[in-house]
């Protein structure tokens, strides 16, 4: 069974910092990436990284937001620093072994979500 867990959201100041972490199991990832969502809006991808620890950000996030995994841990991290209210969403990790699908959001393998609020 596939398995995503976040954990590490929580509520922090404007110019704090958070880490979220997304311990996977049930398979071998190659492509692994975090969206957000906030109420009323569309999911964003926020960072992807591929098997050789290549990263990609979104312009919104780029020089604050950096994504790594622990490939001995299965565990997928994003240290957000710098954050800014609209930072504020539901963050989600995702996982799949087609690399277009992390850009285009159609992953086949999510976790819950975990929330991250960013006040002014």
């Known amino acids: 069974q596939v398995q995503l867990v976040e954990s590490g959201g929580g509520s922090v100041q404007a110019g704090g910092s958070l880490r979220l972490s997304c311990a996977a199991s049930g398979y071998t990832y190659y492509y692994m990436g975090w969206f957000r969502q906030a109420p009323g809006k569309e999911r964003e991808r926020v960072a992807i990284?591929?098997?050789?620890?290549?990263?990609s950000y979104s312009d919104s996030v780029q020089g604050r937001f950096t994504i790594s995994k622990d490939n001995a841990k299965s565990t997928l991290y994003l240290q957000m620093n710098r954050l800014k209210p609209e930072d504020t969403a539901m963050y989600y990790c995702?996982?799949?072994?087609?690399?277009?699908?992390?850009?285009?959001?159609?992953?086949?393998?999510w976790g819950q979500g975990t929330q991250v609020t960013v006040s002014s």
């Open positions: 990284i591929d098997s050789y620890g290549t990263s």
């Open positions: 995702a996982a799949d072994s087609v690399h277009y699908r992390l850009w285009t959001g159609s992953v086949n393998y």
